[in-house]
């Protein structure tokens, strides 16, 4: 089972950020097509550091780092390569794939600050609360999570761009949205980490395991 959530939780990712060049409007609020399904990444962070511990999440949200930013320099590749004279469509091409530097590096740096902040959460409320209050852990981890990506997300790639008022709007309502999400979706995360726990025998307690998120070993 550790390979098939590892599959989704970069799955999720890699979908996720192919998504986010479209802007949806959900009941007249404007958010990227990504926000619908990044969420679910949290999810599978939850279970992995519910159930495999900080220390397998930790090597996970590495590699889901590695294959988006694989991604994201072969479309830059593709991207410049020539184009076949009957193609007619790279103008398309660049402005669905287009990444900009600033857009980049902030998607990425957001990515693992979020990530990281989620499950190290995890790990750390399962201790102190002794395993108990397991929907609470996992909804307050993924809300602080997902308020670190979406306020870095937006300070560093809008920051001077759009205006402070409608930035902080931007960001409330990413925040809002993915935070419900994973509020509505919690009690299916909880019932799939209680199962998942009995199907593998497993329940990991971080006692002595460091936070830092560069260190791959212990």
Sequence with gaps: ????????????????????VKIVDLFGLYMDAGTVVFPVSY?????LTEVYGYRSCRRVIWLGFAANLFLVLILIVTLRLPVAPFWHGQEAYEQLIGFT?????????????????????????????AGRRLWLRIVGSSVAGQLLDSGIFGALAFAGIIPGPELFKYIAVQWLFKSGYEAV?????CWVIRRLKQHEGRDEYDYGVSLNPFRLGS
Excluded at 1 to 20: E, P
Excluded at 104 to 117: M, N, P, Q, R, T
Excluded at 185 to 189: A, D, G
């Design 185 to 189: 979706i919690s009690p299916l995360t």
């Design 1 to 20: 089972m550790f390979l098939s959530l590892t599959t989704g939780f970069v799955t999720c990712l890699l979908t996720a950020n192919i998504a986010s």
């Design 101 to 129: 530097p600033r857009l980049l590096a902030a998607s990425l740096v957001a990515y693992l600050a979020g990530e990281f902040i989620n499950s190290a959460m995890v790990s750390r409320l399962k201790i102190k609360l």
């Design 43 to 47: 999810i599978f962070g939850d279970v």
